[in-house]
């Protein structure tokens, strides 16, 4: 049997932020995923400015472009373009940026990954756990972190968690030589029931799909997506269509076992309002390798370590719930209102500025949001 300090299922952004922590404090660290990268992964790729500022090494090698600008659209219809003076997205195709992460967290000393085809079990004992795969291999382990995404397989065989809903999307490419015109970064509001159309050109392709809040209210379709890229880009084809649900409700995620714990979408870490979940993956797979640091350095307990770190995760993400419930409850007023200033700036600049919807709210509350804290200078390096 294989002993680690800690064993991470899953290698995408929580998994690799976790085990690039834990490796650079010491600690021996086995990743387990049971595909081989570089792996597909449904996500439109945008990484946030927020998402950027938290990245311990620069991704611009992997980034295709990045956006001062979004275009927002209620429905169809009417469509205003809000513009910062510094990035608020940076567009990546997440096989690369997910194998360049990967890469850079092995060239660390002390991490491995394997493939594995799936876990058959796991069992906690008081100093240890041990997780058997279906063909039967055992890695035991200190810690063992739940890492492997919205279906995670950590989640159910533990009972640590049971999310209230799930979020999904369904996204696919066009490819620039099909376009008469490439679109702007752009959401398209209400396009289907609470939520929305989205486009993100990334130099070749643009990455196009839907996203609902309410897959139990609403079933997104191949055939409404078609029908979106028609209406916008004029063009009836969109390749590799493919659906996914998005790991929501963590902010009712309440970690009980001393030794497993969950992070990114396995947790519901994704934010409701817009499906967000590259952020809160890297930040809670940030937190459970705190926790885990900590509680190694003073002899102390890692569950409450966890509990204290992923507390403001949670808090961003319960925020995010209640604006997106009213957002999309009120679409007409909400979109008056992210299209007009002073709102629809403030709003770009603070995610120029890198700020979590909690933060901006904050700024917002006291109109301190203005374009001098925004400082292009940050971001400038990721942009090649
Ligand atoms: C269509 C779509 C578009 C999206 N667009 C964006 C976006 O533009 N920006 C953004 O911030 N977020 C976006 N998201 C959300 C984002 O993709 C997720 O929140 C993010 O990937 C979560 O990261 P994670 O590390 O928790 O899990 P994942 O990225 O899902 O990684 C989980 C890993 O675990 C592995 N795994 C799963 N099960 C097992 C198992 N049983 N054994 C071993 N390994 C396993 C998988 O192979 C995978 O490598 C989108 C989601 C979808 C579906």
């Avoid at 600008?69 to 997440?94: D, E, F, W, Y």
């Avoid at 992210?338 to 403030?346: A, E, K, N, Q, R």
């Avoid at 919807?357 to 390096?381: A, G, Q, R």
Wanted: glycine share 8%; aromatic share 8%; with cysteine.
């Amino acid at each position: 049997m294989s002993s680690y300090d800690v064993v991470i299922v899953g290698g995408g952004p929580s998994g690799a932020a976790a085990a690039y922590d834990l490796a650079e404090a010491g600690f021996r660290v086995m990743i387990l995923d049971k595909k081989e990268f570089p792996r597909f992964k449904p996500c439109a790729g945008g990484v946030t400015t927020k998402a950027l500022h938290l990245f311990r090494y620069s991704i611009a090698p992997v980034i295709r472009s990045t956006t001062n600008t979004m275009v927002v659209g209620h429905g169809t219809g009417k469509q205003k373009t809000l513009s910062t003076n510094a990035p608020i997205c940076a567009l990546t195709v997440r096989t690369e940026l997910d194998q360049f992460c990967l890469e850079k967290t092995l060239q660390q000393q002390n991490v491995t990954f394997e493939l594995i085809p799936g876990i058959k079990s796991i069992h906690q004992e008081k100093d240890t756990v041990t997780l058997i795969t279906k063909d039967d291999r055992s890695f035991e382990c200190r810690y063992l972190l739940g890492a492997d995404g919205a279906h995670s397989q950590v989640r159910k065989l533990t009972g640590e968690f049971t999310p209230d809903r799930t979020a999904v999307a369904l996204e696919g490419i066009i490819p620039y030589d099909r376009l008469k015109n490439i679109p702007e970064f752009t959401f398209d509001f209400g396009v289907v029931h609470k939520g929305y159309g989205w486009l993100f050109p990334k130099h070749d392709h643009v990455n196009v799909g839907l996203y609902t809040r309410r897959p139990d209210e609403v079933k997104i379709s191949k055939v409404q997506l078609n029908q979106y890229v028609q209406t916008r880009l004029g063009v009836d084809t969109v390749d590799h269509v493919c659906g996914f649900p998005i790991g929501t409700g963590g902010e009712h995620y309440q970690p009980t076992s001393k030794r497993v714990f969950l992070v990114g979408d396995a947790a519901g870490m994704s934010e409701a309002l817009l499906g967000e979940g590259i952020h809160n993956a890297i930040k809670s797979g940030q937190a459970a390798a705190g926790a885990l640091i900590t509680a190694k350095r003073s002899n102390s307990s890692a569950l409450e370590a966890y509990k204290e770190a992923i507390y403001p995760v949670k808090h961003d993400a319960l925020n995010c719930r209640k604006v997106a419930r009213i957002f999309y409850k009120v679409l007409p007023v909400s979109y008056a209102f992210l299209s007009h200033y002073p709102v629809g700036t403030m709003a770009m600049n603070g995610f120029a500025a890198g700020l979590t919807l909690t933060e901006c709210k904050h700024h917002m509350t006291s109109f301190k949001i203005d374009p001098k804290i925004v400082e292009p200078s940050s971001l400038t390096e990721y942009h090649h």
